[in-house]
């Protein structure tokens, strides 16, 4: 199975990138003890959301935002909730933790 990285890896109301190796590049997040992994696409252009290296969220650490155009999306769920693509999502990716501490992704 595929592990993507460490709990401690990744702080409550932080983000960290990672390449998978099939080239694509995902974030994960951590709100309220639980992690949440989604590609590294916004819906709105298909370019990368951050602008500087593992900064996802907005300033108030509240939301995932993109750095090109503002859109902003709910951690939980991925779903935009103000921006140019507003109603759309990005895409999850599916992970879970294990007992070593490890977050793994759950499917290829
Ligand atoms: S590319 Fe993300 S809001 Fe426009």
Redesign the pocket.
Known sequence: MNRICMMEEVPEREARSFELSDGNTIFVTQRDGAFYAYQNL?P??Q?E?EFLENQFLDRDQEYIE?S????LFVVETGECIS???QGESLEKVGISVHSDGGIYLTEE
């Open positions: 916004c709105h252009l370019v959301l993109c090109s155009h503002g859109a921006g140019p693509c």
